[in-house]
């Protein structure tokens, strides 16, 4: 597990360690340029075999002064370096106008235009070193375009992919706002005054000229740790994250040891920082609770309810899930006209059933049934009758509501908010988010002009306190909020990327993880962050070509990996 940080987290850690005493600002600055050029070299050997051509783009913050570290380091192995400079010397900070001297004293400084970015050989490597954590709005197109201009030059009468050419962002893309993942935009145009011919002329202007900015990148260099805006972005190539000394953690408060502070965002990578021992990795809960136990109802007993014949199979994907991931019973609530069906495709689950909202309460006073999971192929009728049933209670069970179950609510999201209780967990995908919480959506899809913009962490800890339960918001970076403010990112990005998890059914399995897990006794938001996790590791470890039926299968390989 990681801690991600904000840019002002980011900031404040930087400040604690210059104000102890411990290092100066020019010092990192070093350190960071020196960590740009090594990871560069581990990430392309190729490079590190002989001297090549680089551009270095350099902006008129710190960003700019790590660039001009990394140019003379570079020029020191014998490359040939080009540095291109948006900004004016005079006002760059104490640091980066150091960095810049020295390195004025050994090179050439050409301003950061259209024109000289396409002037020349193109280069092995260009080094976005234009804006980093401090970017506040969308970096001005003239850079965007001279980016652009950088890869399009001329390679001679080879064919250009022939050619090598990569590209390292120092500590993120620029025009990345670090916070949100989001690539800042221009301001819109307003429709003050114009006709809509106008109008609709600089709309598709503004469209074009948006678009422009978002700056492609292979590799990113981190500094110290990712940013949350590394983890929510998908556009940072290949991560690697640099230390620059900034190890003393408790320097600032958002370091604090577990129990999580509220405000922190926790990253499901479970890699351990080094010399430190586990801190907080959900799978300990889950070690814990295989070490307990003889009896399969000491493994509590999942209910899964299902829908109308033909629309089985997603509760089943659950329950089969719910089953592997160890829940000691699951048993199916089935419609009669469907219980045929079902019977012929599951063994070691049980079938109750359950037709109306009574039959539910009554197969309810069975109190060894501790975890629900409503939603799957349930059908949005059923889904609203049952819903204040399993909600509703002296002690309201742990309870997964997903698909249907949400959907059932769009339009009266209050209602669903009203009878949830603190230890639901909603799972949405974006669709269902945006019906339940539809302003909160609209703020998040809002084209972002200005950082700190808001966040898919922002969004989901929302939605968590309005609807006082844990909420995991799918997509390839999955974020889980407690309505406490507690929130984590599972990504299934850069070195963990599974697109193939995009399958049918595949949410559907997730639902049954986390209701096998809660019925193992494990917390809500525990259980959505280590489902969510060993989701992707089935994912991973199976490779593509996997269909939903494949994921609770593939749990038990991932488990022995995981020596447990
Ligand atoms: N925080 C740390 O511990 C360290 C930070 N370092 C570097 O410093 C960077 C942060 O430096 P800064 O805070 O100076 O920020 P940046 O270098 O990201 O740039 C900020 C500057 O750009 C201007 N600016 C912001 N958005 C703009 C826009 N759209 N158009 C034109 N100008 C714009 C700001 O007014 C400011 O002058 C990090 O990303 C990293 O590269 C490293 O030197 C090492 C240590
Ligand atoms: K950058």
């Given at each position: 597990?990681?801690?991600?940080?904000?840019?002002?987290?980011m900031?404040?850690?930087?400040?604690?360690?210059?104000?102890?005493?411990?290092?100066?600002?020019l010092?990192?600055?070093?350190?960071?340029?020196?960590?740009?050029?090594?990871?560069?070299?581990?990430?392309?050997?190729?490079?590190?075999?002989?001297?090549?051509?680089?551009?270095?783009?350099?902006?008129?913050?710190?960003?700019?002064?790590?660039?001009?570290?990394v140019?003379?380091?570079?020029?020191?192995?014998?490359?040939?370096?080009?540095?291109?400079?948006?900004?004016?010397?005079?006002?760059?900070?104490?640091?980066?106008?150091?960095?810049?001297?020295?390195?004025?004293?050994?090179?050439?400084?050409?301003?950061?235009?259209?024109?000289?970015?396409?002037?020349?050989?193109?280069?092995?490597?260009?080094?976005?070193?234009?804006?980093?954590?401090?970017?506040?709005?969308?970096?001005?197109?003239?850079?965007?375009?001279?980016?652009?201009?950088v890869?399009?030059?001329?390679?001679?009468?080879?064919?250009?992919?022939?050619?090598?050419?990569?590209?390292?962002?120092?500590?993120?893309?620029?025009?990345?706002?670090?916070?949100?993942?989001?690539?800042?935009?221009?301001?819109?145009?307003?429709?003050?005054?114009?006709?809509?011919?106008?109008?609709?002329?600089?709309?598709?202007?503004?469209?074009?000229?948006?678009?422009?900015?978002?700056?492609?990148?292979?590799?990113?260099?981190?500094?110290?740790?990712?940013?949350?805006?590394?983890?929510?972005?998908?556009?940072?190539?290949?991560?690697?994250?640099?230390?620059?000394?900034?190890?003393?953690?408790?320097?600032?408060?958002?370091?604090?040891?577990?129990?999580?502070?509220?405000?922190?965002?926790?990253?499901?990578?479970?890699?351990?920082?080094?010399?430190?021992?586990?801190?907080?990795?959900?799978?300990?809960?889950?070690?814990?609770?295989?070490?307990?136990?003889?009896?399969?109802?000491?493994?509590?007993?999942?209910?899964?309810?299902?829908?109308?014949?033909?629309?089985?199979?997603?509760?089943?994907?659950?329950?089969?899930?719910?089953?592997?991931?160890?829940?000691?019973?699951?048993?199916?609530?089935?419609?009669?006209?469907?219980?045929?069906?079902?019977?012929s495709?599951?063994?070691?689950?049980?079938?109750?059933?359950?037709?109306?909202?009574?039959?539910?309460?009554?197969?309810?006073?069975?109190?060894?049934?501790?975890?629900?999971c409503?939603?799957?192929?349930?059908?949005?009728?059923?889904?609203?009758?049952?819903v204040?049933?399993?909600?509703?209670?002296?002690?309201?069970?742990?309870?997964?509501?997903?698909?249907?179950?949400?959907?059932?609510?769009?339009?009266?999201?209050?209602?669903?908010?009203?009878?949830?209780?603190?230890?639901?967990?909603?799972?949405?995908?974006?669709?269902?988010?945006?019906r339940?919480?539809?302003?909160?959506?609209?703020?998040?899809?809002a084209?972002?002009?200005?950082?700190?913009?808001?966040?898919?962490?922002?969004?989901?800890?929302?939605?968590?306190?309005?609807?006082?339960?844990?909420?995991?918001?799918?997509?390839?970076?999955?974020?889980?909020?407690a309505p406490d403010?507690?929130?984590?990112?599972?990504?299934?990005?850069?070195?963990?990327?599974?697109?193939?998890?995009?399958?049918?059914?595949?949410?559907?399995?997730?639902?049954?993880?986390?209701?096998?897990?809660?019925?193992?006794?494990?917390?809500?938001m525990?259980?959505?962050?280590?489902?969510?996790?060993?989701?992707?590791?089935?994912?991973?470890?199976?490779?593509?070509?996997?269909?939903?039926?494949?994921?609770?299968?593939?749990?038990?390989?991932?488990?022995?990996?995981?020596?447990?």
């Open positions: 597990m990681t801690e991600l940080l904000t840019a002002a987290q900031r404040a850690i930087e400040q604690a360690a210059i104000e102890s005493g411990e290092v100066t600002g010092e990192l600055m070093e350190r960071a340029g020196r960590g740009v050029v090594e990871a560069v070299f581990e990430e392309w050997p190729d490079l590190a075999k002989a001297p090549h051509r680089a551009v270095v783009l350099c902006g008129p913050g710190n960003n700019g002064g790590d660039g001009f570290v140019a003379r380091r570079l020029r020191d192995k014998g490359w040939t370096v080009e540095v291109l400079f948006f900004g004016e010397a005079d006002k760059l900070s104490p640091d980066a106008r150091k960095t810049r001297d020295v390195w004025a004293e050994m090179g050439d400084i050409r301003p950061l235009t259209v024109e000289e970015a396409a002037t020349g050989k193109r280069p092995a490597l260009l080094i976005d070193a234009m804006f980093g954590t401090g970017l506040s709005r969308a970096i001005p197109l003239e850079l965007a375009n001279a980016h652009h201009a890869r399009k030059r001329d390679v001679g009468d080879s064919h250009p992919w022939l050619v090598p050419f990569h590209i390292a962002a120092v500590d993120c893309p620029s025009g990345l706002d670090c916070d949100s993942g989001h690539f800042l935009m221009p301001e819109r145009p307003t429709e003050t005054g114009d006709d809509d011919r106008n109008f609709e002329r600089s709309w598709a202007w503004w469209q074009d000229d948006a678009s422009r900015r978002l700056l492609r990148t292979d590799l990113t260099i981190v500094f110290h740790r990712k940013k949350i805006g590394h983890v929510l972005s998908e556009s940072c190539g290949a991560i690697r994250v640099v230390d620059i000394g900034l190890g003393a953690e408790d320097l600032h408060p958002a370091h604090l040891k577990a129990p999580r502070m509220p405000d922190q965002v926790i990253e499901l990578d479970f890699e351990l920082p080094k010399g430190r021992s586990s801190r907080i990795w959900p799978g300990r809960d889950l070690d814990k609770r295989f070490g307990l136990g003889r009896h399969k109802y000491d493994h509590g007993h999942a209910l899964i309810l299902s829908g109308p014949p033909g629309q089985t199979g997603a509760a089943r994907l659950a329950a089969r899930g719910a089953l592997r991931i160890g829940a000691g019973l699951v048993t199916l609530g089935v419609l009669s006209a469907a219980q045929q069906e079902v019977a495709q599951i063994t070691a689950i049980m079938l109750k059933q359950v037709k109306d909202a009574e039959a539910l309460a009554n197969v309810l006073q069975d109190d060894r049934l501790n975890a629900l409503l939603g799957p192929g349930l059908g949005v009728e059923r889904a609203r009758e049952f204040p049933v399993v909600c509703g209670g002296v002690e309201p069970r742990p309870t997964v509501l997903d698909a249907d179950a949400l959907t059932a609510f769009e339009g009266a999201p209050e209602t669903l908010f009203h009878i949830l209780h603190n230890t639901c967990v909603l799972t949405p995908h974006a669709g269902e988010f945006a339940l919480f539809p302003d909160i959506a609209e703020k998040l899809n084209p972002a002009t200005k950082g700190p913009a808001y966040s898919k962490v922002d969004a989901t800890r929302e939605a968590a306190a309005r609807a006082g339960c844990v909420v995991l918001f799918k997509g390839p970076e999955t974020v889980i909020a403010g507690r929130c984590s990112i599972n990504s299934a990005q850069y070195d963990r990327a599974a697109p193939w998890l995009a399958t049918a059914g595949s949410g559907d399995v997730l639902a049954g993880f986390i209701t096998g897990l809660l019925a193992r006794g494990i917390d809500p525990s259980a959505a962050e280590t489902a969510a996790w060993l989701h992707v590791e089935c994912a991973l470890s199976f490779g593509p070509g996997l269909i939903a039926e494949d994921l609770p299968e593939e749990l038990p390989k991932v488990f022995r990996n995981l020596g447990l």
